[in-house]
């Protein structure tokens, strides 16, 4: 059928010959043709498929697809969705299984696996996040259940502190510039929910987020600003 299609085109000549002899198309019944099919196997999360060890001072009280974690530091709760599931071993492990195959289970995997591992730390060990406070007479306090910043604004900047978190102001020598010398003043947000804590400081960083061209501001103590050049003013 191919070739009868392409010998439409070509022309009647007795110098060329038969327009079929110049077509060397081999045709294949489709019923020859195989196709190979082959069966790939669904990757499992690497995170999600990781056991969650229980330290013997934290208790887990789970009811359906409700789960408390109960530690020396606090108590947190977590509701699962119906894609995932949580199941306690014999050995003691919480393990994060899916109970179907689809897309929004295999997110599910992974980001709920990572909750739970949080919750059994932050209540049994605790999380930490330090802020640091870079700029000329920026600098921060406690007061009551506020931190006041002064970040280069005409009035302070007061944030109310959550019950289940501890804020403390601090002091720091860190290198700044060509090599100079600088105190600054950091923040340390510690509590047993890691969203909490995280939350707070992106609550306090997003007031004076660090600049990229003096890298002044407010960061975190492992951010990195990467600093730009500035325009180079050229004299008439």
């Known amino acids: 059928m191919a070739s009868s299609f392409l010998s439409c085109f070509l022309p009647r000549s007795g110098f060329l010959g038969d327009r ?5 198309v081999s045709t294949t019944p ?40 109960k530690g020396p530091l606090g108590e947190l709760a977590l509701t699962y969705p119906p894609e995932v599931e949580l199941t306690e071993e014999d050995s003691g492990f919480l393990r994060v299984r899916k109970t179907v195959e689809t897309r929004r289970a295999k997110e599910m995997h992974g980001l709920f696996r990572t909750l739970t591992d949080n919750m059994v730390v932050g ?12 700029g000329v007479g920026y600098r921060a306090m ?3 259940k506020e931190l006041v910043l002064n970040l280069g604004f005409s009035h ?14 601090d002091k720091k020598i ?12 950091i ?22 987020p660090a600049e990229p061209y003096k890298r002044i501001g ?19």
């Open 156 to 169: 302070p900047v007061k944030i109310e502190i959550p019950d289940s978190l501890k804020v403390k102001v």
């Open 123 to 134: 209540v049994s060990k605790g999380f930490e996040k330090t802020l640091e406070l870079k």
């Open 187 to 208: 923040v340390i947000v510690s509590g047993y929910d890691k969203c909490e804590i995280g939350q707070f400081a992106a609550t306090v960083r997003k007031w004076r």
């Open 20 to 24: 079929r002899s110049l077509l060397n």
């Open 30 to 69: 489709f019923a020859q043709v195989g196709v190979s099919a082959k069966t790939t196997k669904r990757k499992e999360s690497r995170i999600g498929m990781q056991p969650i060890a229980v330290p013997s001072n934290v208790t887990i009280s789970l009811q359906g697809q409700d789960l408390k974690v």
């Open 174 to 185: 860190i290198i700044f510039g060509k090599g100079e010398k600088v105190k600054i003043t």
């Open 142 to 144: 406690v007061q009551g």
């Open 218 to 236: 407010v960061c975190y103590s492992d951010e990195i600003v990467h600093r730009k050049k500035g325009k180079d003013r050229k004299l008439k």
